[in-house]
């Protein structure tokens, strides 16, 4: 056996995946994408984050409430900026941002996952002479960000889902 094949056996045997590849619970394996976007024209990079990640693990996403066993509800998605520095002249020269969003995992009117919410934030410079450009990169980031949080939504949901039950505050410690 070869070195590489005796370390790709040896992270197969302690569970190790691929970013991406991990089984998906079997809450998620039919699932609706309920996300609450009011007063928004198109849809929001997280929930296209959402459905590729989704789909690319082997999940249905159904097209209906009715059509799905669980229903992941992302809420409550907000971006903010705020500036961190000035230049001399009171110019915004760095900012940073904020997006945050709520969510849940409910299943047959049952709540498997609490209402939670997940933030990310990053800081980037602004230069007044190359506006155009720097409104890209803010957007891009933003679109990076909503990314990253779809991943944390799962990660999150995930851990949820495979922790044990948490034993009564009463109840005498396991031996």
Same mark, same amino acid.
């Given at each position: ?7 790709? #056996? ?36 997280? $929930?296209?984050?959402? +459905? ?16 799905? !066993?669980?229903?992941? !509800? ?6 903010? !900026? ?24 409910? $299943? ?18 602004? +230069? #007044? ?18 990314? =990253? ?6 990660? !999150?949901? =995930?851990?949820?889902?495979? #922790? ?9 410690? #396991?031996?």
């Amino acid at each position: 056996m070869t070195p590489a094949a005796l370390g790709m #056996a040896l992270l197969a045997g302690c569970g190790f995946h691929w970013a991406g590849t991990r089984p998906l619970p079997p809450q998620l394996s039919s699932v609706f994408l309920d996300v609450v976007t009011p007063y928004s024209v198109s849809k929001p990079p997280i $929930e296209q984050a959402l +459905n590729s990640r989704l789909q690319r693990r082997g999940a249905r996403l159904a097209g209906t409430l009715g059509a799905a !066993r669980t229903i992941l !509800r992302v809420s409550e998605l907000k971006e903010s !900026r705020e500036v961190l520095s000035v230049d001399p002249f009171g110019k915004a020269v760095e900012y940073k941002l904020t997006t945050r969003v709520t969510f849940q995992l409910v $299943e047959g009117g049952t709540v498997l996952v609490a209402p939670d919410t997940l933030q990310v934030s990053r800081d980037y410079s602004f +230069n #007044a002479q190359q506006v155009l450009a720097k409104e890209a990169e803010e957007l891009r980031l933003q679109t990076f960000m909503q990314d =990253e949080l779809a991943e944390l939504v799962l990660l !999150r949901i =995930e851990a949820r889902l495979t #922790a044990p039950p948490a034993a009564p505050a009463d109840a005498p410690p #396991a031996r």
